[in-house]
């Protein structure tokens, strides 16, 4: 495979996260519509060259990619007859508690062990 092939094959891949990646197919529950809402990262990478062994006169082509993806939820948009909102699937101030006890708790441990 050459490498404008292997370039060509990630920017196929890479056109593949559209709209749908992120807000998924709508729901209808009792005069309410959900759609569920994700966070999509995705990396890719490739090379190629060309070249031979030592002063060999043999010549040759190599070349790869590869590439991932990851969805995470984040939370669902409703939508009624009354109101559309955002509802968020973490809250943020409980995080940031448990990331602040979480903290406190391994100074407090960290000390400990000192003495």
């Known amino acids: 495979m050459t490498s404008l092939a292997i370039l060509q094959s990630l920017k196929e891949s890479i056109l593949a996260a559209n709209v749908k990646a ?3 197919d709508p729901i209808a529950v009792q005069g309410k519509t959900v ?3 994700a966070k999509i990262f995705y990396g890719y990478g490739a090379g190629a060259g060309t070249g031979g062994v030592g ?3 043999a010549r040759g082509e190599g070349g790869g990619g590869g590439g991932g993806a990851r969805a995470v939820p984040v939370g669902v948009i409703e939508v009624s007859e009354q109101q559309t909102r955002f509802i968020p699937i ?3 101030k409980k995080l940031a508690g448990a990331v602040a006890i979480g903290i406190g ?4 441990i960290g000390l400990r062990r000192r003495s």
């Open 22 to 24: 992120v807000y998924g």
């Open 35 to 37: 759609i569920p809402v």
């Open 90 to 92: 973490t809250d943020r």
């Open 55 to 57: 002063d060999s006169q």
């Open 105 to 108: 708790l391994g100074i407090w």
